[in-house]
């Protein structure tokens, strides 16, 4: 256990995170306003605030490091700019500790992009691009990929017009569950009995999106059905449910449809022939590795090979934008193997390819400089620049980007398409620039006012017992949800 000493302001939480980029598992404690006791490990974020500047004290103290550092920090917002500097004493003990230098330095947050457009408002590219690299110590690569991701969404972001927004469908089933897997997703066998009542629920959902949105104004842009595995549904099940939503909604301004059908033992000729008859404009195939003993290894009960047949079928059924998943880190895969699967996504055409960082659920990479866990740092992050150099040369651009919690060294999910064929709610949804409503376990509504830089998220039940169990709750969020847009459009 490791103390968290926090005395004189509110930095815990950057604190916390940027100590996870470097101890992924590590267990903290906080403790407020007290002294730090000796003789444990422990971490100090002290501040003290003067009439017109503040000074900032951190202190480290683990095993037989200890190191400590002080700043004066002055400016208009003196609480933002302590914060900066304190999280950039820390950075530089952790370094020095540990031995290791992230790529994406002290920025810890979910969406990299948003910080770029953020400082555009008020900067030149080139001040942006300084203050990435010279304050928050950002890499030089990674920062040329937020500015490519950055300029490949613009775009797609003021095409979207303020009564739009975009429905995502949950379902969350799988054939089996991944090892590496920190969805809500759960096994179709598992709840088999339970499917159609959750069918029906969500389609009951989905009718009174659609009535709430009318009362709004709003006009639907954007399907995604996600999961889970949506595919792992009977076609049936499937029909009631594309039903409800091509019978609900009016779809004058959907430019984008996408379904998930993210393993392949869950496809054949005669699903994908009923799907090609739906709104489908895109598709997902997700093949993880094109390495058969990784594939054993995180519990998918296919082959790469099943994964090129399954394309093969998606291809030959008229899907012109397909997709698949990559995942750098995976338990037994090499850089080389790695690089393989990339060339084999290639080589399959795929319109989108998306290249996911492992993310830990538990212990994990603990980096130190005595242990070898480091390596496996070093190896995804070659992984995922080699993957980058790979894909920019055979014509994909980077077009969206997010990182997970305890994602291995900190590094990021980018999803990358052949030009024109970005897919647009991954934008909408990952740049908050409108709104999203989210049917079924585990989905998120985000409501956006872009007018105030508001978000108000409202969530669904997580698991598809409780869902179905307080399914009037979920309809009563949903009027809350409407409300809230209702408000925010009075004048």
């Known amino acids: ?9 509110n930095y815990h939480y950057s604190f916390e995170q940027l100590l996870r980029v470097f101890m992924p598992d590590i267990k903290l404690e906080k403790i407020y306003n007290t002294p730090p006791e000796e003789g444990g490990d422990y971490v100090l974020c002290q501040s003290r605030e003067n009439d017109d500047s503040l000074d900032i004290e951190v202190r480290v103290s683990f095993g037989d490091f200890k190191r400590k550092a002080a700043k004066t920090c002055n400016g208009e917002d003196l609480y933002k700019t302590g914060e900066l500097r304190a999280c950039q004493l820390l950075y ?8 290791y230098i992230p790529a994406w330095g002290i920025q810890t ?21 300084k203050y990435l690299q010279e304050e928050l110590f950002i890499s030089s690569s990674k920062v040329d990929i937020v500015k490519a991701v950055c300029e490949n969404e613009l775009a797609i972001m003021e095409s979207s017009a303020a009564d739009q927004f975009s429905l995502f469908v949950s379902i969350p089933f799988c054939p089996s569950r991944c090892s ?6 759960h096994s179709y ?52 449910i594309f039903d409800a939503i091509t019978t609900h909604f009016d779809f004058e301004n959907v430019t984008e449809f996408t379904i998930e059908a993210g393993r392949p033992d869950t496809l054949d000729a005669k699903k994908l022939a009923f799907l090609k008859k739906q709104p489908v404009t895109r598709i997902t195939v997700n093949a993880q590795s094109f390495n058969d003993e990784v594939l054993r290894t995180i519990g998918r009960n296919h082959t790469a090979e099943a994964v090129k047949e399954a394309y093969k079928l998606t291809r030959e059924s008229g899907f012109d934008n397909i997709n698949t998943d990559l995942i750098a880190g995976l338990e037994g895969e090499s850089v080389d193997s790695f690089l393989n699967s990339v060339r084999s996504a290639i080589a399959l055409k795929a319109e989108n390819i998306t290249i996911h960082t492992l993310a830990l659920k538990r212990s994990s990479f603990l980096i130190t400089r005595d242990d070898t866990k480091g390596q496996i740092v070093g190896i995804t992050a070659e992984m995922i620049e080699k993957a980058n150099e790979i894909l920019t040369q055979s014509g994909y651009e980077p077009y969206y980007m997010y990182r997970q919690s305890k994602s291995v060294g900190n590094l990021e999910n980018t999803g990358w ?27 998120v509504t985000r409501l956006v006012n872009p007018e105030l830089s508001e978000i108000k998220r409202i969530f669904n039940f997580k698991y598809p017992y409780e869902y179905i169990a307080d399914f009037e709750q979920m309809k009563a969020r949903k009027i809350e949800a409407a409300s809230i847009i209702k408000k925010w459009q009075k004048p």
């Open 1 to 9: 256990m490791m103390h968290l000493y926090i005395n004189g302001n």
């Open 417 to 443: 398409a052949l030009p024109g064929k970005a897919c647009e709610y991954n934008v909408f949804m990952m740049e908050e620039v409108q709104h999203v409503f989210g049917a079924g376990a585990g989905a």
């Open 109 to 129: 947050g979910v969406r990299p992009s948003k910080i770029y457009f953020k400082l555009l408002r008020n900067n030149t590219p080139e001040q942006a691009v």
């Open 180 to 185: 590496y897997c920190s969805f809500i997703s």
């Open 92 to 99: 530089d003990m952790l370094v020095e500790y540990s031995g």
């Open 189 to 240: 066998e598992s709840l088999k009995k339970r499917i159609p009542e959750y069918v029906n629920l969500l389609c009951e959902e989905i009718a009174q999106i659609a009535s709430l949105s009318k009362e709004c104004g709003l006009h639907l842009r954007s399907v995604y059905i996600g999961g889970g595995t949506p595919t792992v549904l009977e076609i049936a099940q499937l029909e009631q």
